[in-house]
């Protein structure tokens, strides 16, 4: 499969990248196997398919959608969704998928099979169903959405388990501060500035002690169906849902 993401920065990619490894891992064991195979051998499985246009990273920044549209000279596309206005985010999704289709016409030898578009809903959850109006239209390649609510980093906390008596301290000095494990419910961590005391975070940040790889283990190691519980309520649930039903079949016809 060749897939393209759409998302705000280098850690989305990277815990959207590896969840969606996880999940085609998790559906066989042929899969799993080549993915574990090093670089090379997982392209036998998916490739993405980088921004070449401006940034030259393995994924499309969100914040340049505007930027993308003009390098490839295409035209905005107006109009209404299904006959209703557009909620947050749809413009903004519909201008992706816009740039998804040239990126298939121009590469038809080797066309994009399926997006993947993550944004945080930072506390507006209408930003939902943008994204999902937008998929409405017609499309001729597959599209998966994920919302992380209120930010990414309640994914990689959902996954979060101490792994030691310095960090099960940590998580207790938490608990005791906040009034819940942070961890069990980390769609209740809605602050909005990075300093407060419910700020996911802040709250992630001291329970890593910042470490970039312990961040990484939460969602590479915990058991997806611990996160798939702790993320009920925070998009990663439903996200790895969107995995297992829109680019899971995608591998398996192949």
């Known amino acids: 499969m060749r897939l ?3 998302c705000e920065a280098r850690g989305d990619f990277d815990t959207l990248s590896g969840l969606v490894d996880r999940v085609l891992a998790g559906h066989a064991t042929w899969i799993a196997d080549l993915l574990d195979g090093g670089a090379e051998v997982a392209a036998a499985v998916r490739t993405w398919h980088g921004d070449t246009l401006l940034h030259q990273t393995e994924f499309f920044d969100l914040h340049g959608i505007r930027a993308y549209r003009e390098a490839l000279e295409l035209r905005p596309i107006h109009g209404r969704f299904g006959g209703e206005p557009g909620a947050a985010g749809a413009a903004m999704a519909r201008t992706a998928f816009q740039i998804v289709r040239e ?3 121009r590469h038809s030898d080797n066309p994009i099979d399926a997006v993947l578009l993550v944004w945080d809903t930072d506390d507006d959850l209408t930003r939902i169903s943008g994204l999902e109006q937008a998929r409405d239209l017609a499309w001729d390649f597959a599209i998966a959405i994920g919302c992380p609510h209120v930010e990414r980093e309640s994914w990689v906390l959902s996954g979060f388990e101490p792994r030691d008596e310095g960090e ?6 938490l608990r005791a501060e906040i009034g819940f ?3 069990e419910h980390p769609h209740e961590l809605t602050a909005k500035h990075d300093h407060d005391k419910k700020s996911v975070k802040r709250v992630l940040g001291f329970l890593t002690g910042g470490d970039r790889e312990r961040e990484t283990a939460c969602w590479r190691d915990t058991p997806l169906a611990t996160l798939r519980e702790r993320g009920n309520a925070n998009g990663l649930a439903a996200f790895l849902d969107e995995v297992a039903e829109r680019i899971v079949p995608l591998c398996v016809r192949r």
Do not use: K
């Open 4 to 6: 393209v993401a759409f």
């Open 103 to 105: 990126l298939r016409r």
């Open 168 to 173: 099960r301290e940590r998580l207790g000095t």
């Open 181 to 183: 494990a942070p961890n």
